[in-house]
């Protein structure tokens, strides 16, 4: 009987070993959500065609009917069904058409490209209009961050250059009163709100804490000209914009 028993026990277990691997093949092959998103569509379209046998009133989104009825809903709409066509996100697709219940259809890929103002090349075919989009929004950010007012650009330096470091020098021996080459917390702080008359003071007197306590290793209550024009420089770097109108 305990033969019997512990060898029903070592089938169970190979079928767990066997079912497990089985379902691990097809999630890393992409068929179990293919076949996730096949049923998923198969029953909601069994519900909406229960609800048409039954005469039931379906449920109206009236938030999404308000948008399609708008050119630029439905420009969405038709954004969204080319992603999916391009993808060949099918079963998705049959269950989003339904969804969105446009009865007098949706504007092809060509008509969304021309109102869009997109131009398509032989072969760019397989990319969806979504991802123009995206990359034309991300290409105007960049060409306008360096805008100033009106048509006028500002060039923002990377680095601080020769005379902002020797006007740096200046001031840190203005306040390095004793002239022994380093300077105390207060008089850090009070020399940044110097040099960044503009900056946020809350923020500016938390970045001198904590970049003090970060570069006073030994605890000696002051810094050299070497550590403060290191500090100097990473404000500059991570704040270039603001630094730049002070500098």
């Not at 029903?8 to 089985?22: G, H, N, P, V, Y």
């Not at 500090?231 to 991570?238: D, P």
Request: aromatic share 8%; proline share 3%.
């Amino acid at each position: 009987a305990w033969v019997v028993v512990l060898v029903k026990m070592s089938a169970a277990e190979e079928d767990t070993e066997l079912r497990d691997l089985l379902v691990q093949n097809l999630e890393n092959s992409g068929v179990l959500n293919k076949i996730k998103a096949e049923l998923r569509a198969a029953v909601f379209l069994a519900l909406e065609e229960q609800e048409k046998i039954e005469s039931k009133t379906p449920l109206v989104n009236e938030s999404l009917k308000r948008c399609l009825n708008t050119k630029d809903g439905r420009l969405v709409a038709s954004l969204i069904t080319d992603y999916l066509q391009v993808f060949n996100l099918d079963f998705t697709l049959a269950v989003f058409h339904p969804e969105i219940n446009t009865l007098n259809g949706l504007e092809s890929r060509e008509a969304v490209a021309r109102e869009l103002g997109i131009t398509e090349p032989e072969g760019n075919k397989n990319t969806p209009l979504l991802l123009e989009i995206v990359k034309r929004g991300r290409h105007k950010e960049k060409g306008s961050s360096s805008s100033a007012e009106g048509d006028q650009t500002v060039h923002i330096p990377k680095e601080l250059s020769p005379k902002q470091i020797a006007e740096a020098r200046k001031k840190f021996e203005h306040y390095d009163k004793d002239k022994s080459g380093e300077i105390s917390k207060d008089e850090l702080r009070t020399l940044f709100i110097d040099l960044f008359p503009h900056f946020h003071k809350n923020m500016l007197e938390r970045y001198v804490t904590d970049e003090f306590r970060a570069v006073d290793k030994n605890f000696s209550n002051s810094i050299d000209f070497n550590e403060f024009l290191g500090m100097y420089k990473r404000l500059f770097i991570q704040c270039r914009s603001v630094v730049t109108c002070d500098v």
